[in-house]
């Protein structure tokens, strides 16, 4: 091997999308952190999609239900999360089924030679979806950014109906309209978009305890 040659991590999702049949909301990520694909889980990290234990979006999720959820690598830990979704009919499809990465990290801008999973063929083998949950805006290499150049594989566009946060979109598919919602990501960058909300700084102003994972649980509780 040359001096000068870069050493490629082969990142693959190690989780299968999990959807129902009587599936309604779809959530879209991109990939899990490499751990997850190499099985080098941290001790509070859950076997399953978002299980990273500095992934909020369950945290977020345990707050809006109370759910007492556990954080570890306990197959009950898995379970508490899957009857959270088959009860509240959500579904989990993230869009990247794999990529390369010269770094070990979780970044989705780090990611290079991106395969996507073909979400729209989901969609249509589950009719009951009316809704994807992107986990993310449209930056680059995040799930909405993906999205919108999967779809361009089949002639669909986005339809923007509300642009405020979390910012609303839909789409028509076999006669069937289905709803997308960009929730804020969990990443700090978006820490720094949150603190320049006006709606956030008002919020912070009455309550100085206020913070931002406050802010996304008050934003996710209507769609979770």
Same mark, same amino acid.
């Given at each position: 091997m040359?001096a000068?040659?870069?050493?490629?991590?082969?990142?693959?999702?190690?989780?299968?999308?999990?959807?129902?049949?009587?599936?309604?909301k779809?959530?879209?990520?991109?990939?899990?952190?490499p751990?997850?694909?190499?099985?080098?889980?941290?001790?509070?990290?859950?076997?399953?999609?978002?299980?990273?234990?500095?992934?909020?979006?369950?945290? /977020?999720?345990?707050? +809006? $239900?109370? &759910?007492?959820?556990?954080?570890? %690598?306990s197959?009950?830990?898995? !379970?508490?999360?899957k *009857?959270?979704?088959?009860?509240?009919k959500?579904g989990?499809?993230?869009?990247?089924?794999?990529?390369?990465?010269?770094?070990?990290d979780?970044?989705?801008?780090?990611m290079?030679?991106?395969?996507?999973r073909?979400?729209?063929?989901y969609?249509k /083998?589950?009719?009951? +979806? $009316?809704? &994807?949950?992107?986990?993310g805006? %449209?930056?680059k290499?995040?799930? !909405?950014?993906?999205? *919108?150049?999967?779809?361009k594989?089949?002639?669909?566009?986005?339809?923007?109906?509300?642009?405020?946060?979390p910012?609303?979109?839909?789409?028509t598919?076999?006669?069937?309209?289905i709803?997308?919602?960009?929730?804020?990501?969990?990443?700090?960058?978006?820490n720094?978009? +949150?603190?320049?909300?006006?709606l956030?700084?008002?919020?912070?102003?009455?309550?100085?305890?206020?913070?931002?994972?406050?802010?996304?649980?008050?934003?996710?509780?209507?769609?979770?």
């Amino acid at each position: 091997m040359r001096a000068n040659s870069k050493i490629v991590f082969h990142h693959k999702h190690p989780y299968p999308p999990f959807i129902k049949d009587n599936t309604a909301k779809l959530i879209v990520g991109t990939l899990p952190p490499p751990r997850f694909s190499t099985g080098e889980l941290l001790e509070n990290d859950v076997d399953f999609c978002y299980g990273s234990y500095y992934n909020s979006l369950w945290k /977020k999720i345990d707050v +809006i $239900h109370n &759910l007492n959820l556990r954080y570890d %690598n306990s197959q009950e830990a898995v !379970e508490e999360r899957k *009857r959270y979704l088959i009860k509240h009919k959500i579904g989990v499809c993230d869009i990247v089924e794999s990529a390369e990465r010269e770094k070990m990290d979780a970044s989705d801008l780090g990611m290079q030679n991106i395969k996507l999973r073909d979400v729209i063929c989901y969609l249509k /083998k589950y009719p009951k +979806i $009316h809704t &994807l949950l992107f986990t993310g805006g %449209n930056s680059k290499n995040g799930p !909405e950014y993906f999205f *919108r150049k999967h779809i361009k594989d089949y002639n669909i566009k986005l339809e923007l109906v509300s642009k405020d946060v979390p910012r609303i979109h839909q789409f028509t598919l076999d006669d069937r309209v289905i709803k997308t919602v960009s929730l804020t990501s969990g990443s700090g960058a978006a820490n720094i978009s +949150i603190g320049s909300m006006p709606l956030y700084k008002q919020l912070k102003a009455k309550n100085p305890n206020f913070n931002t994972f406050d802010f996304r649980v008050m934003q996710y509780r209507e769609f979770f």
